[in-house]
């Protein structure tokens, strides 16, 4: 949204009239529904749909780190049960969704939002801790 | 910064052509848009090796120029320069500098009498007809370039505030920190550094054209002072 008055503030003083200026933000709700359908795969141990909605170096991170293939290893995760949305803040190719039992990191990659770290629990004037993230 | 001489301030037609009777505009429109484009393309080349370092989809150029990092880096440096300006233009009512040809003769400081503008009884038959209107529509136009160019200046640094906490968010959101609202970025250390490292140079660029004005020409330029003018004298243009 603000990246959409971003654009829209910046036309304003080029004095150009854009239409469509509604289309160019991140898709928020689109960014929820992967952290949602993350969170689902997960619970229900479809290993390779939840390593499918993970971003690369996440996922080569937790290969590494575990010696296992990420279907598997995603699996072994202990992650908090969430199924819903209750905020997303979306700027650029990058998103925060915070669902009712969890905080989910999600970036644009290969066309769509995946997810690059989960388990995140706040921290005051420090990066989020998440028990599930990339380098 | 620079006064009509020969016969247009006369108010007289030239009969050059098109081109040559606008070449400044169109020097500097021309200029400003091969600058832009150039950004543009730098900037996208930059973004998208940010992108491939961290994994991330490279994005085309419309993209680019709809997102808050294009946005920010360009209304960042508009706002200045149109501060520049609207502060050059009301500060040079005030005050003089002895010797600098950007300054009016030190005993005209001040909005200058009704003669010297040539408004109320002393309009004449090609001024503007705002000019010659006398009322609300005389005080609007004698005060509306700098209306305008702080308009320009304060729409600049509404944008920039926008757009730079969008791409301050981004980068927050990528290192799996908080974002933070408007209220709070406009506050922040981001919002007022990339203010200030943009207020600072104009300013300096504005002092030393004051003061090296004072003692060193430019020969045919408006800007300077004519080569064999005195030091001392003020308020002439070459």
């Known amino acids: 949204m603000t990246r959409r008055l971003a654009w829209c503030a910046t036309a304003l003083v080029l004095g150009v009239n854009l239409s469509g200026c509604s289309s160019l ?29 993970l971003i690369e170096t996440t996922r080569t991170d937790l290969e590494q780190s575990t010696d296992q293939p990420c279907e598997t290893a995603i699996l072994a995760e202990s992650l908090p049960s969430a199924e819903q949305v209750v905020d997303v803040a979306a700027y650029g190719r990058n998103a925060r969704v915070i669902l009712d039992g969890d905080v989910v990191f999600l970036s644009v990659a290969e066309g769509r939002w995946q997810v690059s770290a989960a388990g995140c629990v706040f921290q005051a004037n420090a990066p989020y801790d998440c028990s599930l993230s990339g380098s | ?12 037609r030239s009969d050059r052509g098109f081109l040559s009777s606008n070449g400044l505009t169109l020097f500097f429109g ?7 484009v150039g950004q543009a393309l730098t900037g996208l080349a930059l973004y998208n090796n940010d992108a491939a370092t961290s994994g991330l989809e490279q994005v085309s150029l419309l993209r680019y120029l709809t997102s808050s990092e294009f946005a920010v880096d360009v209304t960042e440096n508009w706002q200045s320069e149109y501060l520049q300006f609207l502060l050059y233009i009301l500060a040079t009512v005030w005050l003089v500098q002895r010797g600098s040809p950007e300054s009016k003769e030190l005993d005209k400081a001040g909005l ?17 007809a705002w000019a010659k209107a006398g009322g609300l529509r005389l005080s609007v136009y004698a005060w509306s370039l700098a209306l305008v160019m702080s ?10 505030s926008i757009a730079g906490v969008s791409a301050f968010n981004a980068e927050q959101l990528a290192e799996l920190q908080e974002p933070m609202s408007w209220g709070s970025y406009v506050t922040s250390a981001d919002f007022w550094n990339r203010t200030l490292q943009n ?12 003061v090296l004005s004072i003692y060193l020409r430019q020969r045919g330029s408006p800007e300077s002072k004519p080569v064999g003018a005195s030091h001392n004298s003020t308020g002439l243009e070459g």
């Open chain 2, 199 to 210: 207020w600072q140079s104009e300013f300096l660029a504005v002092a030393s054209m004051v």
């Open chain 2, 112 to 128: 200058e009498s009704d003669e010297d503008q040539m408004v109320g009884k002393h309009t004449r038959p090609d001024s503007p």
């Open chain 1, 25 to 53: 933000g991140p898709d928020d709700e689109a960014a929820g529904e992967a952290a949602v359908a993350f969170h689902e795969a997960q619970r229900r141990g479809d290993g390779g749909s939840a390593c499918d909605l």
């Open chain 2, 151 to 160: 308009t320009i200046f304060l729409l600049s640094w509404l944008a920039q």
């Open chain 2, 1 to 12: 910064m620079t006064s009509a001489k020969g016969a247009d301030a006369k108010g007289k």
């Open chain 2, 30 to 36: 021309g200029i400003f848009l091969l600058a832009l």
